[in-house]
């Protein structure tokens, strides 16, 4: 094909990304020096655009625009484009105050909190465990689209790689994931009267609003509703003998999530937040839900922190990578791990056959089996902490 002959240069990406405007549609991005430096490896392009930390919500068309014009260039096979937030714009942008936590005031700074997971407050009343779980463990983010998903099926089988016995819920009843990401359809068995029997791919037992209702019922549904549904696939399925059971939560912090966190005996939870700073503002805005309902916040994790040329394997820092890190230890959490921007990753979630089920000894599996590993250390910390205040809290 023509097309693959065409090489693929940082002047022709530069060329037609002056087509793309600016936030204030006063210039092309390039000329206002918006574009990080462009990468191109395997005739795909990676770069990452500047935008004001305030505005990246509302500014991803433009992140969308920038990928379309590159993708068009004959002989570009790929395109990866992140929003980064202007670290520029001083502190007030970079920061602002943490948003209001489930109605309580605007404008509280979260300030330098103690140690999220070190000395849990006493809990309220005892949640009810799910007999035969050992271990719940929510994964959360503070926006949608920053990999949570992506991240919960992969950790559920790097847990399972490292020789647990693992299940997944997936809670997002919107947007359910898991059946495409691990590559399930059909429906559940109904076993007696009440429970139902989860589905199972890659070792994992899994259940998923999307095996039992049609997205688009889902969608009209509201709080009461879904907070049943949610219990419901907690309770009434037959999970059997589970070390840990990983769910993956609904995105943002409303009052779902706050069910969820409320009515589940969570072990913990995993923050997955990407680089840039407005979705760590957001990963704040999740650790504090959390905290209110003193679940124990067992780490933070950074996705599509760095990336890897597919072809040297050379590591490449082009999203202001680090910034979870940093924050991670600014509040005083643990932090988890850093997973690489790879295509892989992507291409792979999308076929439902996860990275580390593809290849469980490549090194992208070894990255979530160290954050596997650490999660488990963090569980177990937490359950230490949790009996030494409250001995009747039990687990099982
Ligand atoms: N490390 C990564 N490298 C490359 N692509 C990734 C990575 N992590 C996630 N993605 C891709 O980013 C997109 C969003 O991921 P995912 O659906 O897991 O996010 P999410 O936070 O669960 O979003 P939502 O809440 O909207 O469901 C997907 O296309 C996924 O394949």
Redesign the pocket.
């Known amino acids: 094909m023509a097309a693959d002959h065409a090489e693929v240069s940082k002047e022709k990406v530069l060329d037609a990304l002056r087509a793309v405007r600016g936030p204030e549609l006063d210039g092309n991005i390039v000329d206002l020096g918006l574009v990080s430096d462009v990468f191109i490896s395997d005739a795909k392009v990676y770069f990452s655009i500047t935008v004001p930390a305030e505005r990246a919500r509302e500014l991803d068309p433009l992140r969308a625009a920038a990928e379309r014009v590159v993708k068009d260039i004959p002989g570009v096979k790929g395109a990866?484009v992140a929003l980064t937030a202007d670290r520029k714009a001083g502190a007030a942008a970079a920061r602002p105050p943490a948003p209001p936590v489930a109605g309580g005031p605007a404008g509280r700074k979260p300030g330098p909190a103690a140690p999220a997971h070190a000395h849990p407050a006493p809990r309220g009343p005892v949640k009810a465990g799910i007999p035969g779980v050992g271990a719940i463990i929510a994964v959360a983010?503070g926006k949608?689209?920053?990999?949570?998903?992506?991240?919960s099926a992969n950790l559920a089988l790097a847990l399972h790689a490292n020789g647990l016995k693992v299940g997944i819920l997936d809670a997002?009843i919107y947007?359910p994931?898991m059946p495409r990401l691990l590559k399930i359809s059909g429906r559940p068995e109904q076993i007696g009267g009440k429970m139902i029997k989860p589905m199972e791919n890659y070792g994992l037992k899994v259940m998923s609003m999307g095996f039992l209702v049609d997205e688009e019922v889902a969608m009209i549904w509201r709080g009461p509703m879904i907070q049943s549904a949610l219990l419901q696939m907690l309770r009434e399925v037959a999970w059997g003998e589970l070390d840990v059971l990983v769910v993956?939560m609904p995105?943002g912090t409303g009052d779902a999530q706050l069910t969820m966190a409320q009515q589940v005996p969570l072990a913990g939870a995993v923050i997955?937040s990407t680089p840039q700073d407005l979705a760590l503002i957001d990963a704040r805005k999740g650790l504090a839900m959390f905290r209110k309902v003193e679940v124990p916040v067992l780490g933070i994790v950074e996705?599509?922190s760095y990336f890897i040329a597919p072809d040297t394997g050379a590591r490449y820092d082009i999203f202001g990578h680090g910034g979870a890190r940093s924050e991670a230890e600014r509040i005083g959490v643990p932090f988890l791990g850093e997973?690489?921007?790879?295509?892989a990753?992507?291409e792979t979630?999308?076929a439902g056959t996860p990275l580390v089920a593809l290849e469980p000894d490549g090194p992208v599996a070894a990255v979530y089996r160290d954050i596997a590993t650490r999660v488990w250390e963090q569980v177990a910390a937490a359950k230490a902490d949790t009996s030494r205040e409250r001995p009747s809290i039990v687990f099982e």
Do not use: E, F
């Not at 949608?144 to 991240?151: D, E, I, L, R």
């Not at 997973?339 to 295509?343: C, E």
């Open positions: 990866m983010s949608g689209g920053v990999g949570k998903s992506t991240t997002d947007g994931s993956d995105p997955v996705n599509m997973v690489p921007l790879t295509i990753i992507r979630s999308d």
